[in-house]
């Protein structure tokens, strides 16, 4: 961009100073700086004074000569050789530019044909005009002897260092070494070559400029020098410099580039931050705005375009975020602010703008939206209803399902301050004046948590939760928090009334546990109840129960009932609520329920009733069936008794015939051996009979001696001799000399030939071991066999009364010998304990204390 640096001083300077003469001549010495930026223009062209013309303050004077002229200087700042051109104006204009080794280029220019005018007509004029010129001029022949000096800069030099006429060069400079670089310079000017230098003098800075001097057929015939005071221009550019490093350094610390596009030439200039934000070294950016946006997301270039294109458009500023995508893959997020920079015709002629990385700032509030997206669907989504409301009472949230829950109008809901709200909720609450004095409450102790159950006018029952909302520790507000438990509490109701029925019922007194039961199903199924029963003699009602307080109504038993299905029939204003009581196909009765005033039985109630109707009838049936087994065992008992006592008699007179059939001789003895034996099996059968009966009515005697179980074990195993022998077993007896204890010498028999027998009839001819030992002070008895065992889920009642494992076809008993052995056992303070597997055999342990029962 060229433009003329304002407050140019030497600039105006000059266009004041120089007089008539230099500003009426076509003559033009124009310094510009690397950025093209005009630093100094001396002398007229096209009669236009140089200030003029380069500060643009006429754009349509600004020819296209001048323009010309401006590119061939830009050409020559960006390294272009030094150059003579002639461009083609309204004048011939000779330009000669020359680059300057800092940087930035100088240019004398002449309208030949007027300077041909102007030199002929007066060199004095000529003379005036060098002299006039901030600079110094001057020229030498090819023995570098000073053929001409002129110009204003010269006079300010001291005078020893000054080019004087006639003088060779290094007379003034002190040094004719070619390697000195005022020689140098002259010596290449005199080869031909174009030169500059910037040289320190006397603490100024001078930017000095040698070309061949040459003649009309183009001979070197000597050199010309132009010597430029930069000390300014530089100090300024230094300043500048220092400017840009510490424009850096800020742009550094806070993270924020600049930018700046020319629209004419497409080019922008990055700062080295923005640089370091894109993570490429200064320079790497490019410089055109296609460059930049390689840089840009794809999806977000768009969006840079069009904010661009309508700054442009509207001449005002912008804003918008990008991202950007680094050499090492990451992205980061850009914003950008511009402006837009107009030219001097008042069109758009660029933007200049910054940018901030704002990643983490974008990536906080990413998460910030995803955090309020998340609360925002939990809290519709949350079955309860909720209300936030800060410490002043405004309503900071409520959800969709709060303003359902108690059904608020729109209108409530449009002025809705935390007050009104809970009025509006009070309004629909049993017991409004306790909800308002516990809200209340809570709402005066930010700090307390609360929880209470609210039964609501329209029977609905809502829990409600009560919490500080806390903000870093500190109480901001209170969270209300209602449920709506109505199904809840209803099926937990129906939950506790079924236990507590089934608990009462669960009673043998069954009458008055179905009344028990009743009375605590009233306030749910309704304010009255009463329970029919059909028995044989006809219909009876065992009870009619009302809540306390109800009206008395009369219940009628519905006739529709009777067909055994439940039933909701109006009663007036209310219901009546039959179920029947069936069990095993037969209907027992039915129970009946009257709703209460207000309301009608509902389905629910319906199944609900069905349910307890269903237990009472299964109460009832049991204690039927209970009644029944009952009787049936007691006639069993009485059956046993009698057959017991009954069989009794014959079976002495048998055992009697026998023994006198075998002392008279007159009978064969085996068959006699055979009658005695079934004989003694007979009473053996008769005994258990017997002890069953004494058991049961604890008639059971015991003559507690001292016993010795050795002995007893002796002679059971001899007693069942013929058995063992019949079986096939073999027995082993392991046991102690002897091994006496205050027992009952029968009864003690009575045990090991119960548990012996056993393991002989269940024993399957295979071996059996009976050991007797003494441990502490108890004896123990372990009958062992290897036969076909019991079944683990038979173990437990084997020795329960009549109670066998096997089928009574396959073996003979009564199923008594066990439970008469565990109560001999039990008697005189011991245990029996089993161990069996099914196939592998059975093992009997008995411990008896030795010193007998306790007293
Ligand atoms: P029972 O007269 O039937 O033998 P018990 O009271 O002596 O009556 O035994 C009850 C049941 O226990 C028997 O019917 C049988 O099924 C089982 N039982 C008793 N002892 C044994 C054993 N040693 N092996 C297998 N089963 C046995």
New binding site residues.
């Given amino acids: 961009m060229l433009e003329v640096s304002p407050g140019d001083e030497e600039l105006h300077d000059t266009s004041s100073d120089v007089g008539s003469v230099v500003a009426r001549a076509p003559f033009l010495v124009l310094g510009v700086d690397s950025r093209l930026h005009v630093t100094f223009a001396a002398g007229a062209l096209d009669a236009l004074p140089a200030a003029e013309l380069f500060a643009g303050a006429d754009g349509d004077r600004m020819l296209s000569t001048h323009r010309a002229l401006l590119e061939i200087l830009a050409r020559s700042v960006n390294g272009a050789q030094a150059s003579t051109v002639t461009v083609e104006g309204r004048h011939r204009i000779a330009l000669h530019a020359e680059p300057l080794s800092g940087g930035g280029a100088v240019a004398v220019c002449l309208d030949v044909d007027r300077t041909a005018q102007a030199v002929s007509r007066s060199e004095q004029g000529l003379r005036m005009l060098f002299r006039n010129v901030p600079a110094g001029i001057w020229a030498t022949d090819l023995r570098l002897r000073i053929t001409r000096a002129e110009g204003s800069l010269l006079e300010q030099v001291p005078a020893a260092l000054r080019p004087v006429v006639g003088r060779r060069v290094w007379d003034f400079t002190g040094d004719r070494s070619p390697a000195d670089a005022v020689m140098s310079l002259h010596l290449g000017a005199l080869a031909g070559q174009s030169g500059s230098a910037r040289f320190k003098a006397l603490g100024r800075l001078y930017d000095v400029v040698l070309e061949p001097l040459r003649d009309g057929t183009g001979q070197v015939t000597g050199c010309v020098g132009f010597a430029m005071d930069a000390t300014r221009h530089y100090a300024r550019e230094a300043a500048l410099q220092k400017l840009a490093r510490r424009l850096d350094s800020a742009q550094r610390l806070a993270h924020v580039g600049s930018w700046e596009y020319d629209l004419a030439t497409n080019r922008i200039e990055w700062s080295e931050e923005l640089h370091r934000m894109h993570g490429l070294p200064p320079g790497e950016l490019g410089d055109s705005y296609e460059g930049f946006l390689a840089h840009t997301l794809p999806e977000d270039r768009p969006l840079t375009d069009a904010a661009v294109a309508q700054a442009l458009r509207t001449g005002k500023g912008f804003q918008y975020d990008h991202r950007i995508v680094l050499p090492t893959g990451e992205r980061r997020v850009l914003q950008t602010r511009g402006e837009v920079l107009f030219g001097a015709d008042g069109q758009p002629s660029g933007l200049f703008g910054s940018c901030v990385d704002i990643t983490e700032r974008w990536q906080a509030l990413e998460k910030q939206k995803r955090t309020v997206s998340l609360l925002t669907a939990t809290l519709e989504s949350t079955a309860d209803g909720l209300l936030v409301v800060d410490l002043d009472g405004r309503v900071v949230a409520f959800n969709r399902r709060f303003a359902e829950m108690w059904r608020l109008p729109a209108s409530v809901l449009e002025a809705a301050t935390g007050q009104t709200l809970l009025a509006f909720v009070r309004r629909a609450v049993m017991g409004e004046e306790a909800f308002a004095a516990r809200t209340r409450e809570l709402e005066s102790r930010p700090e307390e948590e609360g929880h209470d159950v609210l039964q609501l006018v329209d029977e609905r029952i809502i829990e409600r939760y009560s919490r500080p909302q806390r903000l870093d520790g500190s109480v901001v507000g209170r969270v209300w928090s209602f449920r709506d438990v109505t199904q809840r509490e209803r099926l937990l109701r129906q939950a506790q009334l079924m236990s507590n029925a089934g608990r009462l019922l669960a009673s043998l007194e069954v009458e008055q546990a179905a009344e028990a039961a009743a009375r605590v199903a009233l306030p749910l199924l309704g304010c009255a109840c009463a329970l029919d029963l059909f028995d044989p003699e006809g219909s009876r009602r065992l009870f009619s129960v009302a809540v306390e307080g109800a009206r008395e109504v009369p219940l009628a038993v519905s006739r529709a009932a009777l067909s055994g299905h439940p039933l909701v029939e109006a009663v007036g204003e209310r219901t009546r609520l039959t179920v029947p009581l069936m069990a095993r196909d037969k209907l027992l009765g039915v129970l009946t329920f009257l709703s209460a005033e207000s309301r009608r039985h509902t389905q629910e109630d319906l199944v609900l009733a069905g349910k307890l109707g269903a237990r009472m009838a299964l109460a009832f049936d049991q204690a039927s069936l209970y009644r029944q087994a009952r009787e049936a065992l007691d006639a069993r008992e009485q059956f046993l008794s009698v057959a017991a006592h009954e069989l009794r008699g014959p079976a002495t007179t048998l055992q009697l015939g026998l023994q006198m059939l075998r002392s008279t001789g007159d009978c064969p003895s085996a068959p006699v051996e055979l009658c005695e034996r079934q004989l003694q099996q007979l009473g053996r059968l008769i005994d258990e009979m017997l002890d069953f009966t004494r058991l049961r009515s604890q008639r059971l005697h015991f003559e507690v001696e001292p016993v010795d179980l050795v002995k007893a074990v002796q002679l059971t195993v001899t007693s069942l001799g013929r058995e063992l022998e019949t079986s096939g077993s073999t027995l082993t007896v392991t046991a102690p000399a002897a091994l006496v204890g205050r027992w009952d010498a029968g009864r003690i028999e009575q045990l090991v030939r ?2 012996l027998s ?2 002989i ?3 399957r001819g295979r071996p059996i071991q009976v050991e007797v030992a003494t441990s502490g002070d108890d004896a123990t008895l372990v ?1 062992r ?1 290897m ?4 079944p683990l889920d ?1 173990q437990a009642y ?2 329960e009364p009549f ?4 089928s009574e076809r396959n ?11 565990r109560a001999i056992v039990e008697a005189f303070g011991g245990t029996i304990a089993l161990e ?1 597997q099914p196939d592998v ?2 093992t ?1 342990r008995v411990t008896l204390p030795r010193d007998g029962p306790s007293p």
């Fill in positions: 119960n548990l056993n393991a009839k269940y024993g009958v066999d036969g076909i065992g019991i038979r084997v020795f109670e066998r494992a096997v073996f003979g008993g009564l199923g008594l010998g066990l439970f008469i052995s069996s055999g059975s009997f």
